[in-house]
């Protein structure tokens, strides 16, 4: 498919599209408003339209996709990627799936900590999902141009991990300065045990695999369960991930962190039994998927090194002024997802990546978490708004 090099519109004329659909293959005969178009063509479509720079990144994958011909099926066909480099303007022209697809859970559900999708739609996304990473499972281009393939900026070599640390001993410095009384010195103590080691991880192997690939891929890296869209179809297995803006080679388990952890509570994590079967269902179909040197150890530890690093993101969000009910409820959730992971996987070997926090005398720092954590918002105050 090759791409068109054309201005971008005000709006979508009938014109210009058929011009966009001719030059992407899609349309050989016939008009946008004719007759005698074919029935394959597509009938709905969604013109995405950035400013300013605005999210380009998602411009250039889908750029990267079509130079390639590369097809998924969790992935929107798109049929124009075009970028203006003097006003800044972008665009992207892709299949309209709104009268076909709704989100598995809104926003709304998901910050009320309500966000546990339909079993079938969970099982369709972690397939969807691992197949999306297996078709970049240790591409020879990982850690290079373009873009899209370099390593996620939090640990792209060691000088930039070195300053994601940096950034993250800022952000808690300046999260402890603002007024969150609210918050318990129990968490508190987590943070700042997390926050002492991070430092470490580069050389409990993250730079390792960093430096190798071994074992990573492309994610998503936004991967809310707010990225996806399900088929309102009963029974149609048809799920789509959108909204390319922060594409990057990584581990896996970072897109499935965000999936999972973000804002599932501790009941519906542990007691009910969801991310353990999800982590399982995904790591099957991955192994179905042609990944086939991947261990379910490997993944739980992953899963583990990147809960470490994901932490710290509510901190982030408070600082940056989002809004209480954002990232409180996500502190809520990823902590004592946190603080399970490292106490179940990550114990101190020369073959671990990541060594455990949690000696004996701290398993008390742990449950008071936990169960601070289990009852907020019902028996404590919130935040300020």
């Known amino acids: 498919m090759r791409m068109l090099p054309v201005t971008l519109p005000a709006r979508a004329e009938p014109i210009w599209l058929t011009s966009a659909f001719r030059a992407a293959g ?8 004719g007759s005698d178009a074919p029935t394959t063509a597509p009938q709905a479509l969604l013109l995405k339209t950035l400013s300013n720079g605005a999210d380009s990144h998602e411009v250039e994958w ?4 079509m130079k390639r011909g590369i097809a998924l099926p969790m992935l929107p066909t798109c049929y124009l990627a075009i970028a203006d480099p003097t006003s800044g303007e972008s665009a992207l022209l892709l299949d309209d799936l709104s009268t076909t697809h709704a989100l598995p859970v809104s926003r709304a559900d998901l910050l009320a900590l309500n ?4 079993q079938a739609d969970l099982e369709q996304m972690l397939v969807a999902l691992a197949q999306f990473h297996a078709a970049f499972w240790e591409h020879p281009d990982l850690g290079s141009c373009p873009e899209q393939f370099a390593v996620r900026p939090w640990y792209r070599d060691e000088a930039h991990f ?3 640390v940096e950034r993250r001993q800022r952000e808690w410095a300046a999260f402890v300065a603002a007024d969150h009384d609210w918050l318990p010195p129990a968490i508190r103590a987590v943070y700042a045990h997390a926050l002492a080691d991070l430092p470490h991880l580069w050389q409990r192997g993250l730079g390792e695999r960093v430096s190798t690939m071994r074992a ?6 936004d991967c809310y369960l707010t990225q996806w869209l399900c088929s309102c179809a009963a029974g149609a297995v048809s799920v789509y991930l959108v909204d390319f803006d922060a594409v990057s080679a990584n581990y896996a388990a970072y897109d499935l962190v965000y999936m999972l952890a973000t804002f599932w ?3 519906q994590r542990r007691d009910a039994g969801h991310e353990l079967a999800a982590l399982k269902l995904y790591h099957d179909a991955l192994e179905a998927a042609g990944v086939k040197e991947y261990r379910w150890e490997q993944l739980c530890d992953d899963y583990t090194l990147m809960l470490w690093l994901m932490i710290f993101d509510p901190v982030h969000d408070a600082v940056a002024g989002s809004a209480a009910s ?6 809520m959730c990823l902590v004592p997802a946190y603080l399970e992971w490292t106490a179940a996987y990550a114990t101190p070997s020369a073959n671990q990546p990541v060594a455990g926090i949690l000696r004996n005398a701290e398993r008390r720092v742990m449950l008071q978490t936990v169960n601070f954590c289990a009852r907020w918002p019902s028996t404590y ?3 300020p708004a």
């Open 162 to 164: 070195a300053r994601h």
């Open 115 to 118: 966000g546990v999708p339909a």
């Open 326 to 331: 954002y990232w409180q409820p996500k502190m």
């Open 381 to 383: 105050p919130t935040a």
């Open 26 to 33: 899609v349309l050989p005969q016939g008009e946008v408003i």
């Open 216 to 221: 990573m891929t492309i994610t998503h890296g």
């Open 265 to 267: 509570t501790w009941a």
């Open 62 to 65: 889908y750029r990267f996709l």
